[in-house]
């Protein structure tokens, strides 16, 4: 039968061994006493080179913190906690790489040592808490990007439902002026065309809205087949030139590439090209220039937009084709849809679209660049089924 | 119970002087400016401490709990809110959002809050009386009042006393309200005053 005292030394000896967290401690002197197994490993101090030593000669960044007036408190009775948000660590020890931080995240207490109602020293526990750190960062930063979107989705409703509004304003105003006045032919000219443009513009909008659907949903599909880019191009630029006139920007036209024939859903590449040069259109002040240009390399064409716009700011280019996003200084409203419907589109035709700018106010530019082939599909199906 | 005004003055006196000492720690810890204010002082019996809390607690209660023991025994409480609690620790902890719930981050968070500001208060107390009071580890709760209560009543059947201390605690602008509550046995409360009688005696001379 063990005495007392052996079993509570088998006791002590067995949570050297196993405890899972580092025990340091000390006498009243403040000597280290005790040195466990966890902080050995941990710290790659062994024991005989601790043992014997004063605390704040082993831990100088003890003192230098002022965390050694609580060795004192304990030696009073008190007993202190030391939370990982205000102190990240007790004693410095090293941590895995992929956690992004160079000290082993701790939570900790200090308290007395207490045999027979006095204190005899001194316990600190040090507890691990590096991975419950990193995952409750992990959380915030998701609970950020999930505000931040909410944000976005806030923001997206109140401009769509202002934008659907505007043109339906005319529209009204229009129609109460045919209502009054039917019989005045250049009234009822006047009047049809406002409302058809104004219709046409709110139609524009709707089918934005649902290709992000689509898209988002995983329901847009292409339908593909072998056309002439240049023809795609010409025939795209050609319905945007009205709308440069009365900007008075000048659109070039620029095509070097020789091949012609490349897989794509025509109606969604000039789609494409609506939205890059429309965007253009929107930041190039009047008298400014954009020039489009085709280039071919050996298995796929580069489609190119430099324009002498507002530019794009280091800040803002990660960000440009991000659904609903809009630069905070953008002065030019819409909806934040189009070039998020680009990159879906381009990227559906197996391609990828980047942005690049010297910096604000001087001008941007985009490149696609789409493989001849199309995407790479199965039996070279002409649908593709678009990504999430 | 009622205290003298003598025994009242004394007791918020000493309160303010652990109070600054737990501001500045705070202050130190969190680097930016605390501020804590006790404005009102009092003596209740414990069946008493519910209905002194409940108009500022409607729900469940934060506490940082602290059992001492030693010629002076009882329990100390920091007792919030829990969206008194949340703030606090956001105000304290630099949060870079607004949080609506305490993770065990922010529990540890304000459970060191708590100790500071109870080892303070109790740490006083200790030298006022010229006794050693030994400290258990503090521990956060998240309960009814209720259920706090029961758990600071059980297993004594001696008549107990509540100091409760209304306090506020002022960060960059903004102020989180709570109460320190430190329970204690007749006979502890009764060496307690006489404690501070003669302090303040002292002062006076």
Sequence with gaps: MLKDSQFESAIVRCLDEYAPRGYITTDTSLIIRGWNRWLENRAGLPTQQVIGRPLFEVFPELAARQLDRLYQDALRGQVAVLANRFHKYLIKLPVAPE?????????????????????VGTITSIDDVTDRVAHENELLVAREDADKANDAKDRFIAMLAHDLRTPLTAVVGWARVLHDRPADVKIVQKGAEVIERNV??????????????????????????????????????????????????????????????????????????????????????????????????????????????????????????????????SKHGGLGLGLAIVR????????????????????????????????????????????? | MLLSEKQSDALAELINIAFARTASSLSELSGHRVLLQAPGVEVVAIDELPSALRNFIKEEVVSVHQIFSGPVAGDALLILNHDGAIRLTDLLCESRVA?????????????????????????????????????????????????????????????????????????????????????????SLDRLLKAIENWEDEQRR
Excluded at chain 1, 363 to 388: E, L, M
Excluded at chain 2, 135 to 160: Q, V, W
């Design chain 1, 99 to 119: 956690y992004g931080v160079n000290e082993m995240q701790q939570s900790a207490f200090i308290g007395p040592l207490v045999h027979d109602g006095e204190v």
């Design chain 1, 200 to 329: 046409r513009v709110q139609l524009g909008l709707i089918e934005q809205v649902l290709d992000i659907s689509r898209i988002s949903s995983a329901k847009l599909e292409l339908e593909l087949e072998s056309i002439d880019v240049r023809e795609v191009l010409q025939t795209a630029l050609e319905s945007i030139e009205p709308i440069a006139q009365a900007k008075e920007i000048r659109v070039e036209l620029d095509m070097t590439s020789e091949q012609r024939m490349a897989s794509l859903d025509a109606k969604r590449f000039q789609q494409v090209i609506w939205n890059l040069v429309s965007n253009s259109l929107k930041f190039t002040p009047k008298g400014g220039a954009i020039r489009v240009s085709l280039k071919s390399a050996s298995d796929a064409f580069h489609m190119i937009v430099a324009d002498t716009g507002a530019g794009i700011t280091a800040e803002n280019l990660p960000h440009l084709f991000e659904p609903l996003w809009q630069a905070e200084e």
């Design chain 1, 344 to 388: 879906n589109l381009v990227e559906l035709h197996g391609g990828t679209v980047r942005a690049e700018s010297p910096g604000a106010g001087l001008g941007a530019v985009f490149t696609v660049r789409i493989p001849w082939a199309g995407p790479h599909t199965r039996n070279n199906s002409a649908i593709q089924k678009a990504r999430t």
């Design chain 2, 99 to 187: 949080s609506n719930r305490l993770d065990t981050s922010a529990r540890e968070a304000l459970t060191e809050i708590g100790n500071i500001l109870l080892n303070s208060c109790l740490g006083v107390f200790g030298n006022l009386l010229h006794v050693q009071v030994s400290f258990a580890m503090p521990r956060l709760h998240l309960e009814s009042l209720d259920k706090l209560m029961r758990s600071i009543t059980i297993g004594t059947e001696e008549l107990r006393y509540a100091v409760v201390v209304s306090t506020a605690f002022h960060i960059k602008e903004s102020a989180v309200s709570g109460y320190l509550a430190i329970v204690l046995g007749v006979s």
